[in-house]
């Protein structure tokens, strides 16, 4: 369920509404029943009439009324990605070990191989992420000396700030691994920088040329060894898990499940080109950039991964089958480990659509305007299943006990 839509949440649905099927035409690789679906959804959106709705009403006075339209849950809706975020972290907080140290761990790949990546997308994409682990188990492995196995929720990124296609992973990883054959946890205060960029440029590389095994990729990964001596670009975030943030879920949470592009950065649209804003990584500036509709569209859809990849996967000592098993291990481990960050990462609830939207308005949309007590919930409709409830046909039936005065339906 959704707040009430922002207005350049209307000019983004605008956009797909007026120009999607001229896109098709030009970019036929898209005229797919898939993104079609995607789309329809995104156009129904917020619509009562289309997607459904909850009615509220004052089981007291009767007067006050709320009504709130079922969200579409696409993956190409700036709304509901930004319910998606909230429960994403509230999610994750619930899978981190407390107490264990967590870094932020980007790992990118060069822009010689993004237009392989595009094509390519459904046999690399779920290579790429297994090749980060991989990568950073072997990097843990031999910063310590011996075989450890980290933990790793990663999540894909296929978009840069500008909302070009850039994919690369981001990685909220333990900073140390689990030795299987000693039964102990090893923490690893210090990372080495400059192995970790040689470690990712190799399995990379070897897993690029093993997944797609043609010669014009043996002659790019051969170039790109000879470019790039010294290995690829990487980030790691540096230092403790910062204190001033709620935990390191939040910390990262704009980073690795935003969409391509948020509706605060959408600044005009005349029917013909999008305007639209971002810190550039190269200046630290706002630029602006301008074009047009189709270029526009082709770099939100562009980012849509097939229906049923997990853009999101737990790795190691994160893996579900493996939490449970290790949990006991590391926790008596870090009783003996220095450094540890106590408390670094705290349990996030949930957030109710009541909730989000107190916070968006600050109004709580389910108390009476009038009588200031409390609405409840009085019909749910669905388009494809009908009325799904519906209380003033409880009451009239008698089945409804209540010892509140309500009023008549």
Known sequence: MLVAPARDWNIFQQIFAEHWDGFKRVYPRYNTR????????????????????IEYRCLYGGEGTHRVAMSCKSSLCLRCAKVYVDNWVSQVSHM??????????????????????????AVVLSALMRCGVQCMDDFYSEVRG????????????THGRNGQYHPHLHLIATSGGYDGQGECWEHLQYLPYALLRRKWQWHLLRMVRQT???EAINQL?????????????????????????QSLARYVAKYVVSPPISVRRIDRYDGERVTYHYRSHRTERVEHETVAVETFIGRMVQHMVPKGFKRIRYYGVQATKTFAKVKVAIQAALAKVEGVVKGAVQIIARLTYRQR???????????????????GVWRIWHPTYGVIYDEGE?????????SAPRAGP
């Open 394 to 402: 409880v009451i009239k039936r008698g089945t409804y006990e209540s």
């Open 212 to 214: 797609l095994k043609t």
């Open 34 to 53: 898939y993104y079609d679906g995607l789309v329809d959804k995104l156009l129904a959106c917020g619509n009562p009439a289309k997607m459904g709705s």
């Open 221 to 245: 990964v051969d170039a790109c060894f000879r470019k790039y001596p010294n290995g690829l670009v990487t980030n790691v975030q540096k230092g403790k898990v910062p204190s001033q943030y």
């Open 357 to 375: 939207y107190e916070q968006s308005t600050g109004r709580d949309p389910l108390v009476c305007p009038h009588c200031r007590s409390e609405m």
């Open 96 to 121: 981190l070990h407390e107490g264990v140290i967590y870094r932020h761990i980007i790992l990118t790949v060069p822009a010689m191989f993004r237009t392989t990546f595009y094509h390519n997308a």
């Open 146 to 157: 011996k075989a450890l196995q980290g933990g790793y929720i990663v999540v894909l990124h």
